[in-house]
């Protein structure tokens, strides 16, 4: 039986394929095509919605991994589609290279973060799939199919950010940047002065993010700036990152989500008290040791992208439906942004955009909290993060995405028998 991470998906594969060689992933898609079998690439499993849920055949890509090819003149690098996030700056670090911008989660696989849409935060910044400059896919019908500088250029903004649907990605080729550092001010301040400022904000820092806990009347603000490498670094003390990012964002949130689920009535004094324990500190180190962090507290995500203009009246409502719920909510609001892409299935196509997360503790029902939020991201043109749970559908979906029908036609072409199409997709594309 394979679950997911967040344990919202279970299912047994009739087959598991773990290819070592590109040929090996041709001879499977067109061993599963000719049995009539689904097939489908899977890679942390960090995915919350159904997007890998597969009950044909179940391709791991952890063999296909590794660093494949380095241009120090373009600063692009080509990995195997199975490596994970975690191990590139390993890669990475001898050509004196570091990817643009990571969300704070690495388990996941390169392949997994581009297809789902992975980001960071950032109003300057597009999210991971917009790194990507080249691809290698094979195809429904076992065809290799190269995108990019190397291949079709035109194909590269669907491919890049694919669900999954078109093929399984087989190489990866990403534009880097120079590695650098990272100066991070963590803090917990008034949240209506954070709302008061937030355009500010976010437009004079290079990463901006905040986090609001429910109940509480702060907010738990991230500011990252860029800088070049080694310069004034000053990292956190390994007792100080035990203590912030092993026993009180880990441990301790665990044990009070603990106590929340088993006595709702003490939500709010226990997030009032970790809004206090928490943040309020200045370092600097490599980028990667900023942007990323260790979440060993089970959890389930909802998140949206919405304009950016429009991310103040959304979180607004968002907060009073909490308050008129009656609902005790454990986890925080997380806000964060990203710049505009041209990506065909991008929650940034063509627009700056904000970013609502919510979630809930691992054993809470979130459906009725996340359709409430669902239904107030609607209103604000919301596209859902394909990674994470949600309840659209492709009728509703494909208003908000100008290059919806065109990803149709282009799935259509590369799988015409829908050999790479599970229930999620199916609803999600139609």
């Known amino acids: 039986m394979w679950r997911n991470w967040g344990r919202t998906v279970a299912v047994r594969p009739a087959r598991v394929e773990r290819p070592g060689t590109v040929d ?3 001879a499977l898609v067109r061993r599963a095509a000719a049995e009539g079998m689904a097939v489908k690439a899977v890679g942390a499993g960090h995915s919350f919605s159904a997007i890998a849920e597969a009950d044909g055949v179940q391709v791991s890509l952890d063999a296909l991994s590794g660093l494949l090819a380095v241009d120090r003149g373009t600063r692009e690098v080509t990995l195997g589609a199975g490596t994970r996030l975690r191990d590139v700056p390993a890669l ?3 050509y004196g290279l570091a990817m643009e911008n990571l969300g704070d989660i690495d388990a996941q696989s ?15 910044f597009r999210g991971i799939a917009a790194q990507v400059v080249g691809a290698v896919l094979v195809t429904g019908t076992g065809e290799i199919l190269r995108v990019g500088r190397d291949g079709d250029p035109a194909l590269l903004p669907a491919v890049a950010l694919g669900l999954g649907a078109l093929g399984i990605l087989v190489e990866v080729t990403i534009r880097c940047v120079d590695a650098f550092d990272l100066s991070a001010v963590e803090r917990p301040e ?6 008061g400022s937030l355009s500010e904000r976010v437009a004079a820092s290079d990463h901006f993010e905040f986090f609001w806990f429910p109940h509480t009347d702060r907010a738990l603000t991230k500011d990252n700036a860029r800088v070049p490498l080694g310069e004034g670094r000053s990292p956190l003390s390994p007792a100080r990152r035990w203590l912030d990012d092993d026993l009180l964002a880990n441990d301790m949130l665990r044990a009070a989500c603990v106590v929340g689920r088993t006595i709702p009535a003490t939500v709010p004094w226990i997030n009032r008290s970790i809004v206090r324990l928490s943040g309020d500190r200045a370092y600097s180190d490599l980028s990667t040791h900023v942007f990323t962090t260790q979440r060993r507290v089970r959890f389930t995500e909802m998140e949206y992208a919405i304009p950016a203009d429009l991310v103040l009246d959304a979180f607004a409502a968002v907060r009073r439906a909490i308050s008129r719920s009656g609902w005790r909510i454990s986890f925080p609001v997380e806000v964060r942004f990203a710049a505009a892409d041209d990506l065909w299935l991008s929650t940034a196509h063509g627009r700056a955009t904000a970013y609502i997360a919510v979630h809930r503790f691992g054993g809470e029902d979130p459906e009725p909290y996340f359709r409430t939020v669902e239904s107030i991201m609607l209103a604000y043109g919301g596209r859902p993060h394909w990674g994470k749970m949600h309840w659209r559908e492709a009728g509703d979906l494909a208003p908000v995405y100008p290059r919806f ?13 829908g050999l790479f199409l599970n229930p999620y997709l199916r609803r999600v594309l139609g």
Do not use: C, K, M, Y
């Open 24 to 26: 090996e992933v041709v």
């Open 92 to 94: 990475l670090a001898p």
């Open 110 to 124: 390169v392949a997994g973060a581009i297809s789902t849409g992975t980001h960071g935060t950032g109003a300057g």
């Open 190 to 195: 008034p949240l209506d002065a954070v709302l």
């Open 405 to 417: 029908e065109d990803f149709g036609r282009l799935r259509a072409q590369l799988d015409p028998d």
